[in-house]
């Protein structure tokens, strides 16, 4: 839904006004004024920001992004890329999913595209890990192409612009008509980006700060005093708590135990310390023989990790392995070559319990 009336085209105006002043700096971010100035985003920075920021903070992110594109500063870089490096430089992102989704993108761009990301937006679509907001993105920011933009952030802006008291996810089709309705056919890049900064640092989930807010006149949550409890959400259902057992077999000479996950399932593709299942609290812990003969002991404490949807305990047992030990799972990691920021957080704080 396209509005092309004065009130939508001033609203719009007052916060690119507002963003040409406030914008905030991000390593993947082309600066209004430079923008206005020539300056064209590079569309494969876009594109990984927007996969990492994917149910990520932007605090975490910047430092991953830095060293992505220290190591692989283009698309054609990243393709050619080993999968089990660049799973290792995500571990800690979580979602593994969107690593392997971007190894698989970043070489079909290659492989289909020439090394350059599409322009078109229902190319964009085809590719692997690029849903609707993802390409909305890329085509908004990277092309500057109108296509309105309905992350977290725009989601709560334009809920409380609106004092929509429908709670999500059913609020979503009324939510992005209002998004697109307000996404202004010049600068719609900027203004993307200046609605998702906007909700991030204004129209904050909490004590959002309506008195600075270029839009508090026209707001009509702040005008009834319902800002606060905007977006309303459908009562969450409490996580399921689930358990197993991890080995950490460490050899003399240094070496670790470790295995590759399969490629489909959580955590795929990851590097791992070989393990049981893992499988609803109020069941026995699932008995799995150990990958390797050795003095097994379990550790004091144990790993506690929330995912998604569940919370993991998991009980480590570790093992001191003489050198002439065969691994039945997995293959010793020589010291050299082991990095426990390689592995994905759930494992590295098994790997603590036993330091």
């Keep these: 839904m396209r509005d092309n009336s004065q009130a939508t085209l001033r ?51 910047k430092d991953y992004f830095e060293r992505f594109t220290k ?15 660049v799973m290792g430089e995500w571990a800690g992102l979580g979602y593994y999913a969107r690593a392997r989704n971007l190894l698989k993108c970043a070489r079909q761009v290659v492989a289909e595209h020439g090394g350059k990301f599409p322009s078109d937006h229902s190319a964009l679509l085809k590719l692997p890990g690029i849903g609707p907001y993802t390409a909305a993105a890329i085509s908004s920011i990277a092309f500057d192409q109108r296509h309105a933009v309905l992350d977290g952030n725009v989601e709560r802006v334009m809920a409380r612009l609106h004092n929509v008291q429908t709670p999500l996810p059913d609020a979503k089709p009324e939510l992005m008509s209002y998004a697109d309705a307000l996404t202004p056919a010049s600068r719609p890049g900027d203004y993307a980006q200046a609605v998702m900064d906007l909700g991030a640092t204004i129209c904050t989930p909490k004590s959002p700060a309506c008195g600075i807010c270029p839009w508090r006149t026209p707001c009509i949550a702040r005008d009834r005093g319902t800002a606060a409890d905007l977006p309303r959400k459908m ?62 002991q379990l550790v004091d404490g144990e790993v506690r990790h929330t995912f998604t949807h569940f919370h993991l305990i998991l009980h480590v047992f570790h093992a001191e392995i003489p050198l002439e030990v065969d691994a039945q799972r997995g293959q010793f990691v ?22």
């Design 11 to 61: 609203l719009s105006g007052d916060l690119l006004d507002w963003y040409d002043i406030h914008a905030r700096t991000m390593p993947w971010r082309v600066p209004p004024a430079k923008r206005k100035s020539g300056h064209d985003p590079d569309p494969y920075r876009v594109w990984l920001s927007e996969v990492m920021l994917q149910q990520t903070t932007v605090a975490t992110v």
């Design 71 to 85: 190591r692989w500063p283009t698309v054609a870089n990243l393709a050619a890329a080993k999968d089990a490096d």
């Design 235 to 296: 009562p969450t259902k409490p996580k399921p708590t689930r358990h197993g057992t991890v080995f950490l077999a460490h050899r003399r000479d240094g070496a670790w135990l470790l295995e590759t996950r399969p490629e489909k399932g959580l955590l795929g593709g990851m590097l791992g310390w070989p393990g049981s299942d893992w499988i609803a609290s109020d069941q026995p812990l699932p008995e799995v023989a150990p990958p390797c003969a050795g003095h097994w």
């Design 334 to 355: 020589p010291l050299e070559d082991f990095r426990p920021t390689d592995l994905p957080t759930v494992m590295r704080k098994a790997f603590n319990l036993c330091k």
